[in-house]
Nanobody, 117 residues
Framework: QVQLVESGGDLVQPGGSLRLSCAASGSFFSIIAMGWYRQAPGKQRELVAITSGGRSNYADSVKGRFTISRDNAKNTVYLQMNSLKPEDTAVYYC????????????WGQGTQVTVAS
């Protein structure tokens, strides 16, 4: 199994920055992809950013503002969020695709990001 521990969510003013972290632990053979999703009240969960095989993809709404990075030695993924907007307010979830016996999706517990003045 894979356990994910997220941190970094907070209340921040518009234009501010936050960095989210997600550390994966447990017994797994390999990690295929690591990413971040978010879910705002009344909305569906959406992809924010994902990194796999050295490549990264971003939602159009965060391109140029958010940066995803990965520390393979620590099995940790980060999301650096700059120029935050009120519409970035959501619960952010870490997602990892890992191989235990088979390839499977794992989710973190979520961390709240609130952007308000």
């Amino acid at each position: 199994q894979v356990q994910l521990v997220e941190s970094g969510g907070d209340l921040v003013q518009p234009g501010g920055s936050l960095r989210l972290s997600c550390a994966a632990s447990g017994s797994f053979f390999s990690i295929i992809a690591m990413g971040w999703y978010r879910q705002a009240p009344g909305k569906q969960r959406e992809l924010v950013a994902i990194t796999s095989g050295g490549r990264s993809n971003y939602a159009d709404s965060v391109k140029g503002r958010f940066t995803i990075s990965r520390d393979n030695a620590k099995n940790t993924v980060y999301l650096q969020m700059n120029s935050l907007k009120p519409e970035d307010t959501a619960v952010y979830y870490c997602n990892v695709v890992a191989v235990v016996r088979v390839e499977k999706n794992y989710w973190g517990q979520g961390t709240q990001v609130t952007v308000a003045s």
